[in-house]
């Protein structure tokens, strides 16, 4: 975790087998000029790890290209570094402010923040979550039903943007959170969940067979945030 020279936090978030890090960092909901700040600060974090991967996007004296943000079909924004291609972003917004996600390599990431207060004893859990999910996503929130099922809803939403199709393509249940993986909270009080896709959305993406889409989840007061990495190179490894 580090600080600019405004106050602006910015976190590290690592995968297992060595992926990412990606960069998230989140400021009160505002105008294009202080959303561009926030996606320059991360990038200026990721520039300092001194990656092979982006040095095509630097100047020959060092200093980072021009970069804007586009939007695709469905909507998933993609950061452009004068005229290459940069690394994965994402988007979300909760709890009155906007986050954004920046990945340190060349897999793809979604983050996605969800409140307690969404998921009333009216909501349809059953055509979202898959039972054996909720038990265990109520084991690791103390009983709480409100605070699993903003856990499990935020890794879904992570998941399709990682994907990059929201749920215009893909349905809840075709998403399954498997069990967090042994020793997965760390310090930073979080937990790795290992996600499977099954149906239509297997059939969309075979990329993800296996285990190559991880989430890592936060609690964030009454929010769980989430972000996914989608390994697009999978390694003998996962």
Not at 211 to 224: D, G
């Amino acid at each position: 975790m580090a600080k600019d020279c405004q106050g602006l936090t910015v976190h590290a978030v690592s995968f297992v087998h060595g992926r990412g890090p990606v960069f998230y960092a989140s400021m009160p909901c505002a105008d294009e000029t202080l959303k561009h700040r926030l996606v320059s600060t991360l990038w200026d974090h990721l520039v300092a790890m001194q990656s092979p991967l982006w040095k095509r996007c630097q100047s020959s004296n060092g200093a980072a290209f021009p970069f804007r943000v586009v939007r695709g079909l469905l909507g998933r924004p993609q950061l452009l570094l004068g005229e290459y291609p940069g690394p994965a972003i994402s988007f979300s917004e909760g709890g009155g402010k906007v986050w954004v996600a920046l990945c340190g390599d060349e897999s793809d990431i979604g983050i996605d923040v969800a409140a307690t207060d969404e998921f009333h004893r009216e909501y349809p859990f059953h055509r979202v979550f898959h039972p054996q999910e909720l038990q265990h996503a109520l084991r690791l929130a103390g009983g709480d039903l409100e605070t699993a099922s903003a856990l499990l809803w935020s890794i879904k939403e992570a998941v399709v943007k990682a994907l990059g199709c929201a749920f215009h393509l893909v349905d809840p249940r075709q998403i399954t959170v498997h069990p967090s993986a042994a020793g997965a909270a760390g310090g930073d009080g979080g937990y790795t969940f290992p996600v499977g896709l099954s149906g239509k959305a297997l059939a969309l993406f075979p990329i993800a067979a296996g285990r190559s889409l991880w989430v890592r989840s936060f609690s964030q007061r009454e929010m769980s945030l989430s972000i996914a990495l989608l390994n697009r190179r999978p390694t003998g490894y996962e």
